[in-house]
């Protein structure tokens, strides 16, 4: 268990993604309709192992929709065009060579790569996360005809905030191939004068 460590990237990218839906997907469990005081009642009930259970099944969700997030991300980020993705491949892997020598040549700048990196993928989990819970709250409404002022607002804060991390995903997309490009600028200045 020494070895064991999680790391930012674990923590933006699966489990803060993934804790929404293994929420929801526990109150629609519950025998009671989804409501906030039950929810908070629920929570308030949790010793650590359930904790730990609930931070494990959170990060085994997170991490298990981050390739749908993901091919669902390069196909929405292209209807920004190419003003934003300024003409860079979507996959940052694609440039790999590149962020190598980053990481080789300005440590500091691939530190914040790659919380860049974490940032967006957590943004575009989260995207996923929060479009299957205003989806499964819709559902769930329906089918069980309890169309509650709580449910409605929970759907469409849903709704609001799955297009704010969309954006703001593509936004740290851009900042990452920003920084990429200005970086490797920079090194090949600096080899260039040495």
């Known amino acids: 268990?020494?070895?064991?460590?999680?790391?930012?990237?674990?923590?933006?990218?699966?489990?803060?993604?993934?804790?929404?839906?293994?929420?929801?997907?526990?109150?629609?469990?519950?025998?009671?309709p989804f409501s906030i005081s039950a929810l908070s009642g629920q929570l308030q009930h949790l010793n650590v192992y359930s904790a730990l259970?609930?931070?494990?099944?959170?990060?085994?969700?997170?991490?298990?929709?981050?390739?749908?997030?993901?091919?669902?991300?390069?196909?929405?980020?292209?209807l920004w065009g190419k003003k934003r993705t300024k003409g860079h491949p979507i996959s940052f892997g694609k440039r790999g060579k590149e962020i190598s020598l980053i990481r080789e040549k300005a440590i500091e700048n691939s530190k914040v790569l790659?919380?860049?990196?974490?940032?967006?993928?957590?943004?575009?989990?989260?995207?996923?996360?929060?479009?299957l819970i205003s989806v499964l709250l819709f559902l769930y409404q329906s089918i069980f005809f309890?169309?509650?002022?709580?449910?409605?607002?929970?759907?469409?804060?849903?709704?609001?905030?799955?297009?704010?991390?969309?954006?703001?995903?593509?936004?740290?997309?851009?900042?990452?191939?920003?920084l990429i490009t200005n970086s490797i600028k920079t090194i090949k200045k600096l080899k260039k004068n040495n």
């Not at 993901?70 to 196909?75: G, T, W």
């Not at 790659?114 to 479009?131: G, K, P």
């Not at 905030?161 to 593509?170: E, G, K, S």
């Open 1 to 32: 268990m020494d070895s064991f460590k999680l790391s930012i990237f674990d923590i933006f990218g699966a489990i803060i993604p993934g804790l929404p839906l293994v929420i929801l997907l526990a109150t629609f469990i519950q025998a009671e």
């Open 53 to 78: 259970l609930l931070i494990l099944i959170s990060y085994l969700i997170g991490f298990s929709q981050q390739y749908l997030s993901y091919e669902i991300f390069k196909v929405l980020i292209q």
């Open 114 to 131: 790659n919380v860049f990196f974490a940032l967006r993928t957590m943004c575009y989990n989260a995207f996923l996360s929060l479009f």
């Open 146 to 178: 309890t169309h509650t002022k709580e449910t409605l607002f929970i759907g469409f804060l849903s709704f609001i905030l799955y297009i704010l991390f969309l954006r703001r995903a593509v936004s740290y997309h851009e900042w990452g191939q920003e």
